[in-house]
């Protein structure tokens, strides 16, 4: 079965740091990339962060670049986001996607997985 699983979300002071890791299970790791996104209460999922499959080039949503980083281990078929000088507005649940893009050559469809998320709330 399929799985990815976050962990190291809570209750951080603002400033300060947090790493999220996401593990993931059931499926060929090396060969999606990774994407973080997250949803605060009551509104809406905003893209945080991706990883291409061979960790190469990561991407930053503008509101999270600078203060966090995105890496992957694909021998520990694991992708983190390390989070630092963190905001109040980036409370939130925090959830970890998966992706393998398809190809209309080959007739493969696009794969997208995602996990149940884990929370982060930055609060005094």
């Known amino acids: 079965e399929v799985q990815l699983v976050e962990s190291g979300g809570g209750l951080v002071q603002p400033g300060g740091s947090l790493r999220l890791s996401c593990a993931a299970s059931g499926f060929t790791f090396r060969s999606y990339d990774m994407r973080w996104v997250r949803q605060a209460p009551g509104k809406g999922p905003e893209w945080v962060s991706a990883?291409?499959?061979?960790?190469?080039?990561?991407y930053y949503a503008d509101s999270v670049k600078g203060r966090f980083t995105i890496s992957r281990d694909n021998a520990k078929n694991t992708v983190y986001l390390q989070m630092n000088s963190l905001k109040p507005e980036d409370t939130a649940v925090y959830y970890c996607g998966a992706r393998r893009y398809g190809s209309s050559c080959s007739m493969e469809p696009r794969v997208d997985y995602w996990g149940k998320g884990t929370l982060v709330t930055v609060s005094s």
């Open positions: 990883i291409t499959f061979g960790g190469d080039s990561t």
